[in-house]
């Protein structure tokens, strides 16, 4: 099924994003490439930005998660810089590491007992 978003690549040629029904009740997004003469004025551009972290992000992921961050350790990892923060909703505990140049992050979900086995071992 055609759509009416579409994008331009590296060399300015317009692609088209078209949902492909798979039959097993699933939808297969692609980027077809069109011909130039095929953009309509109804059509949606789509314009991917890189975005900072800024507050205002940061405040809507915790609205999102609803999680709240309860530890930050920052500058963890030297001269390469970085930041160590533990996250909770009470119930679930999430430790993130995020680069301090580019805000890229890794995550992942951990339990009370796996942290306290991590200490136990530094003991």
């Known amino acids: 099924m055609r759509s009416n978003v579409i994008q ?7 692609l088209r994003l ?6 097993d009740g699933t939808v297969d997004h692609v980027w077809r490439d069109i011909d130039g003469t095929e953009v309509k004025k109804s059509d949606v551009v789509l314009k ?5 972290l800024t507050t205002e992000i940061q405040k809507l992921r915790k609205e999102e998660n609803q999680m709240e961050q309860i530890f930050i350790l920052e500058d963890f990892n030297g001269v390469d810089g970085g930041t160590l923060t533990l996250h ?8 993130m590491i995020t680069d301090e140049k580019t805000d890229e992050h890794t995550s992942v ?5 796996h942290l306290k086995e991590m ?3 530094l003991n």
């Open 8 to 14: 331009f690549d590296e060399m300015g040629s317009p």
């Open 18 to 23: 078209v949902m492909i029904d798979q039959e």
């Open 48 to 52: 991917w930005e890189e975005m900072p």
């Open 88 to 95: 909770t909703d009470g119930e679930n505990n999430l430790l």
């Open 109 to 113: 979900y951990i339990t009370k007992e």
């Open 119 to 121: 200490i136990d071992l």
